[in-house]
């Protein structure tokens, strides 16, 4: 690609990069970033952007602490929703769901279930058998570091970091 900035060819490589998106920083393996030679110009990015974030939410929604408001935040987002539409679909109100995502009030492992189900049920994760729920948010919320890594089939995976 050539630079936005000089119309230089920029160099083209892939590193490890911090992201955040929806309030959740996680670390991506194999972004691509763009750097030009000549005035120092970056763009980075990512392919199948929407196969890397369903790779977070699938670690999310299987994994056994509750979630953290910034997970909260990010699957909320995931889902498409503002938090006024969210709250209308959970049965609470919009200070609430602000309550929820700043950390000024814990969202109950109820409401954790539910909203893990949204996320499987909305945008089908491949499996997420009803079992899952017996061992998921049953732990307090962890600051988790999460790293997502780009296989070459251009599919994603997520683990901890
Ligand atoms: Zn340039």
Redesign the pocket.
């Known amino acids: 690609m050539k630079?936005p900035?000089?119309r230089?060819k920029m160099d083209e490589k892939r590193e490890t990069r911090r992201w955040e998106e929806g309030g959740l920083v996680f670390t991506v393996e194999g972004a691509e970033v763009s750097r030009?030679p000549?005035?120092g110009?970056e763009a980075v990015g990512v392919t199948n952007i929407e196969g890397m974030y369903q790779a977070v939410a699938r670690y999310l929604i299987t994994a056994r602490e509750r979630l953290s408001p910034s997970e909260i935040r990010f699957l909320r987002k995931y889902l498409g929703l503002s938090g006024s539409d969210f709250a209308a679909h959970v049965g609470v109100d919009r200070a609430t769901v602000s309550r929820w995502e700043s950390g000024a009030q814990a969202m109950g492992p109820q409401m954790d279930r539910l909203l893990r189900l949204l996320v499987a049920h909305a945008k089908p994760i491949d499996e997420y058998p009803i079992e899952t729920l017996k061992d998921v948010a049953t732990a307090e919320p962890v600051d988790r570091r999460l790293r997502v890594a780009a296989s070459t089939r251009g599919s994603w995976e997520a683990r901890p970091s």
Do not use: F, G, H, L
Request: net charge neutral; aromatic share 0%; charged share 25%.
């Open positions: 630079c900035q000089c230089t030009c000549k005035c110009e």
